[in-house]
């Protein structure tokens, strides 16, 4: 992967983290609960740090280095400090490098055109490259072939780094679904218990209910049978009366004669 290639990839990332960290921070805001967007910010540090410490080798970074250390000081529902990046001193001395070098090319140059200018007596040789042998030219191939395959495995890493992480990611959402619909199967199982608890406590009083009806319906039988036998019993001394009161008359009419005999 070229240094081209790697800017414009690493200023993808950035754009996908800004929009990522707004949306994260807006539910924030609105105090949502937030942990799929909690993955998808931890998802992209992981991600941008790593690529920086395979990617990151100059002073072409910086910019975008500061960048990234903006949006993770922008972030309102974590602590990025775990993903924080810091430069490795291979970067600092390879971009010290680099200057000492352009510096040195600058002072060369200058020094060219001060001896062309200075010296015209020599005659005009007409310029001709470097003879190259087939060794130097082998091995500066194998070289560029050698780089380019650590770049294209560093990346194909980075690609399985994250695709193993967003699986395990995946797994641990898949547990946690598995847990919950365990412990509601459990609440179900336990809300149908009481419900057949109930149920068998409902039939228990329908069936003293019945024996209650059955014993108020025996005791209203009597009570009307009872009744009954009053009705009777007073429409037969009604009937005679009469009859009785002869009989005690009769009676007093006897003992009066006795008594005045």
């Given amino acids: 992967m070229s240094r081209l290639s790697s800017l414009r990839l690493l200023e993808s990332y950035l754009e996908d983290f800004s929009s990522v960290i707004e949306e994260s921070n807006r ?120 780089r380019t395959t650590q770049e294209e495995n560093d990346a194909a890493s980075i690609d399985s780094s994250s695709n193993t992480e967003l699986f395990i990611q995946h797994q641990q959402t898949l547990v946690q679904q598995d847990d919950h619909l365990d412990s509601l199967a459990r609440s179900v199982r336990r809300q149908h218990g009481l419900a057949t608890d109930i149920h068998g406590e409902l039939e228990d009083q329908n069936i003293l209910l019945d024996d209650l009806e059955n014993q108020l319906d025996s005791s209203d039988r009597r009570l009307s049978k009872g009744q009954r036998r009053l009705h009777k019993f007073e429409r037969m001394a009604k009937e005679n009366s009469q009859w009785l009161t002869i009989i005690a008359l009769i009676i007093i009419l006897v003992l009066l004669l006795v008594v005045l005999n």
Avoid: C, W
Avoid at 52 to 57: C, Q, S
Avoid at 81 to 89: D, G, I, L, T, V
């Fill in 27 to 146: 539910l924030h805001e609105m105090e949502v609960s937030s942990e799929d967007s909690d993955y998808e910010v931890r998802k992209s540090l992981q991600k941008i740090t790593k690529f920086l410490e395979r990617n990151d080798d100059g002073e072409d970074f910086d910019e975008l280095v500061d960048e990234y250390t903006r949006l993770q000081k922008s972030i309102k529902t974590l602590d990025p400090s775990e993903y924080e990046y810091n430069r490795s001193p291979n970067v600092t001395k390879n971009q010290s490098k680099n200057e000492a070098l352009s510096s040195k090319k600058s002072v060369r140059f200058n020094d060219t055109l001060e001896f062309s200018q200075d010296d015209v007596t020599p005659p005009f040789k007409p310029y001709r490259d470097d003879v190259v042998d087939d060794a130097d030219d082998a091995a500066t191939a194998a070289l560029f072939e050698g």
